[in-house]
């Protein structure tokens, strides 16, 4: 069985297009907080994709099953799983724990069945997952502070362990409160990844194929450091920032001026830093990844 690590050089040209999704685990059928924007590997700006409606998680899905360019490098800014290495399970206590994240993927699915619109609401609900997630200020799980109760932020993964040591401050996928939770985002995120077994395989869950189309999870903070935006400041609001930090990325800049919502700047920031970075195998085979750390919490792209 593969280990889901590649240890293999990155040939120049291997992925012909760098699509960067800035996901939302939102409830409702449309999501103002989902962007898509894609660069292509033979230069120039990268280009918001725009359905001019607002993006369901279902037209996603449907783009990244059926119509993806060939060779395309997906960045999906979500969680691709949870802790497990810090205590040996993903809700250690329970006795319906997932062995690894496919499982853990096909498990939020199936909790979630009835949910719409690939949400989550259902997972958060149940009476044992819930009890490893904050809700709110007054409703924390009783088991939100494994396995160390004097940890006032919950639970975090390898990858995020490695992302604080870079600078950038990732919340653990166990906390659902505030404007930087990402709880939400990895559950329904989840439920997408586990629908797409067999159409796109997700790195580092999954090997690394020598060729085809993959997807990684990304931390839009990452690549924000990435094109030199300041420490603390990594929301890009205007197109004149924008353009300042493709500049630093060699990107073309893209037309306009003015205001432009973080949403569509992570994304086009994201896909253009994707484009710079993808043929480095050092983000390919950074130091914490091992085989078990690839099979159930997955890895970080860029994270080193």
Same mark, same amino acid.
């Given at each position: 069985?593969?280990?889901?690590?590649?240890?293999?050089?990155?040939?120049?040209?291997?992925?012909?297009?760098?699509?960067?999704?800035?996901?939302?685990?939102?409830?409702?059928?449309?999501?103002?907080?989902? %962007?898509?924007?894609?660069?292509?590997?033979?230069?120039?700006?990268?280009?918001?994709?725009?359905?001019?409606?607002?993006?369901?998680?279902?037209?996603?899905?449907?783009?990244?099953?059926?119509?993806?360019?060939?060779?395309?490098?997906?960045? @999906?800014?979500?969680?691709?799983?949870?802790?497990?290495?810090? &205590? #040996?399970?993903?809700?250690?206590?329970?006795?319906?724990?997932?062995?690894?994240?496919?499982?853990?993927?096909?498990?939020?699915?199936?909790?979630?069945?009835?949910? *719409?619109?690939?949400?989550? $609401? %259902?997972?958060?609900?149940?009476?044992?997952?819930?009890?490893?997630?904050?809700?709110?200020?007054?409703?924390?799980?009783?088991?939100?502070?494994?396995?160390? %109760?004097?940890?006032? *932020?919950?639970?975090?993964?390898?990858? *995020?362990?490695?992302?604080?040591?870079?600078?950038?401050?990732?919340? $653990?996928?166990?906390?659902?409160?505030? &404007?930087?939770?990402?709880?939400?985002?990895?559950?329904?995120? @989840?439920?997408?990844?586990?629908?797409?077994?067999?159409?796109?395989?997700?790195?580092?869950?999954?090997?690394?194929? &020598? !060729?085809?189309?993959?997807?990684?999870?990304?931390?839009? $903070?990452?690549?924000?450091?990435?094109?030199?935006?300041?420490?603390?400041?990594?929301?890009?609001?205007?197109?004149?920032?924008?353009? *300042?930090?493709?500049?630093?990325?060699?990107?073309?800049?893209?037309?306009?001026?003015?205001?432009?919502?973080?949403?569509?700047?992570?994304?086009?920031? !994201?896909? &253009?830093?994707?484009?710079?970075?993808?043929?480095?195998?050092?983000?390919?085979?950074?130091? #914490?990844?091992?085989?078990?750390?690839?099979? !159930?919490?997955?890895?970080?792209?860029?994270?080193?």
């Amino acid at each position: 069985m593969s280990d889901g690590l590649s240890n293999a050089v990155i040939a120049p040209g291997r992925f012909k297009h760098f699509l960067a999704i800035d996901w939302s685990g939102a409830v409702g059928k449309r999501q103002p907080g989902i %962007a898509l924007a894609i660069a292509h590997g033979d230069g120039g700006p990268p280009v918001l994709v725009d359905p001019g409606r607002g993006w369901s998680r279902s037209e996603v899905l449907a783009i990244l099953r059926d119509a993806l360019p060939p060779d395309t490098l997906v960045g @999906m800014d979500l969680g691709i799983a949870l802790p497990f290495a810090d &205590a #040996g399970a993903f809700f250690p206590g329970w006795e319906h724990s997932p062995a690894d994240a496919r499982a853990l993927w096909a498990l939020v699915d199936a909790i979630c069945a009835e949910d *719409e619109n690939l949400a989550a $609401s %259902a997972f958060v609900r149940h009476p044992e997952a819930a009890r490893y997630f904050r809700h709110s200020k007054e409703h924390v799980g009783d088991r939100f502070h494994l396995p160390d %109760a004097a940890t006032r *932020e919950g639970r975090f993964r390898r990858a *995020e362990h490695a992302q604080r040591a870079q600078g950038v401050r990732p919340v $653990s996928n166990f906390n659902l409160v505030g &404007a930087a939770q990402v709880g939400k985002s990895t559950l329904t995120g @989840m439920r997408l990844l586990h629908h797409l077994r067999g159409h796109v395989p997700v790195w580092p869950v999954d090997p690394l194929p &020598a !060729t085809g189309s993959v997807i990684v999870e990304m931390y839009t $903070s990452i690549a924000a450091q990435g094109a030199g935006v300041r420490k603390g400041a990594s929301k890009i609001r205007t197109v004149e920032a924008l353009n *300042e930090a493709l500049a630093r990325l060699d990107c073309a800049p893209v037309r306009g001026s003015g205001a432009i919502d973080d949403h569509s700047s992570d994304a086009l920031v !994201t896909a &253009a830093w994707l484009r710079t970075v993808a043929h480095d195998p050092g983000y390919w085979n950074p130091a #914490g990844l091992t085989p078990k750390i690839a099979r !159930t919490e997955g890895w970080t792209f860029g994270a080193r």
